[in-house]
């Protein structure tokens, strides 16, 4: 006959050897992982110094070039626009950092910016009175998009000649442009920092820009950092030199040297060929 007493007894050993073998187990897993958890932490420390130490020595690396650029600039192009002047035009809303350091860059090469204008954006030209102020202005019927290219040619006119000055004032009464300094004589040229009007390159930028050509007046467009590369094909592709970082010290000096005569698509970009002209 079975003892149900000693049947009961014997499960419930099974029972509890059952449940040392799991806490056992689980114990083992947990301190496996456990021991894995803290190799893996120790790799990602590991790897993190590393980076660390990797990006502090990149940016003290950058910090030499950048302190280099500076104080390698003055060698590169002091006296190189000497007596030189040069026109500035921008779009309503422009770069105001790449507007200072186009100046700074033309004003370390000793050249002046006497002249800025900034060239308003299509609405302006629609506005049925000031289009027919312009009509009387240029003595001839016209659209709007003619309108524009007329007053683009008239901005390259005075800039060439200063014969007519008074005209800008003019264009500027009635809106469509903003000036900021004198135009007292001719200038030697003039930079375009684009995109004057970047939702209508085509209608804006590319008459704006052919018009200098048409003229042959020398014209260097120039963008910041931050723009769009197709802005800097658009002028690429219409003939004039370009240079697409000129906030940054390389594309200061690329200005300059651009300026001075020596033609080239210049920066990091797409339509770079160099960071600086050919010796």
């Not at 990006?55 to 060698?75: K, V």
């Not at 370390?108 to 006497?114: D, E, N, S, V």
């Not at 008459?207 to 120039?222: C, D, E, H, M, N």
């Not at 300059?256 to 010796?279: I, T, V």
Request: avoid cysteine; aromatic fraction near 6%; proline fraction near 4%.
């Amino acid at each position: 006959m079975i003892d149900m007493r000693y049947h009961a007894i014997s499960l419930v050993a099974v029972f509890v050897a059952l449940a040392i073998g799991m806490l056992i187990g689980t114990s083992l897993v947990e301190r496996g992982l456990i021991v894995e958890q803290k190799a893996q932490i120790k790799s990602l420390r590991r790897t993190f110094d590393e980076i660390k130490a990797k990006n502090a020595s990149l940016h003290d690396e950058l910090t030499a070039h950048l302190r280099f650029g500076d104080e390698a600039r003055p060698y590169l192009v002091t006296n190189m626009l000497a007596g030189r002047s040069f026109a500035l035009i921008t779009g309503e809303n422009f770069d105001e950092n790449a507007v200072k350091k186009i100046l700074e860059g033309v004003g370390a090469a000793g050249g002046a910016i006497p002249i800025t204008i900034n060239i308003s954006d299509s609405k302006a030209f629609s506005d049925q009175t000031v289009a027919s102020k312009l009509e009387a202005l240029f003595q001839a019927p016209a659209g709007a998009q003619d309108l524009k290219e007329r007053v683009f040619t008239e901005i390259v006119n005075q800039l060439q000649t200063a014969a007519n000055t008074a005209i800008l004032s003019t264009l500027e009464q009635l809106g469509v442009i903003h000036v900021i300094g004198v135009l007292a004589a001719p200038v030697s040229g003039a930079v375009l920092l684009g995109p004057v009007e970047s939702q209508s390159l085509d209608k804006t930028d590319t008459p704006l820009v052919k018009t200098f050509t048409s003229r042959v007046f020398p014209l260097v467009a120039v963008v910041g950092s931050d723009t769009e590369q197709s802005v800097v094909t658009v002028y690429k592709k219409n003939g004039v030199s370009t240079v697409d970082h000129v906030d940054t010290v390389p594309g200061e000096v690329a200005l300059d040297m651009a300026l001075a005569g020596k033609p080239g698509n210049f920066g990091s970009g797409g339509a770079a060929s160099r960071m600086l002209p050919a010796p």
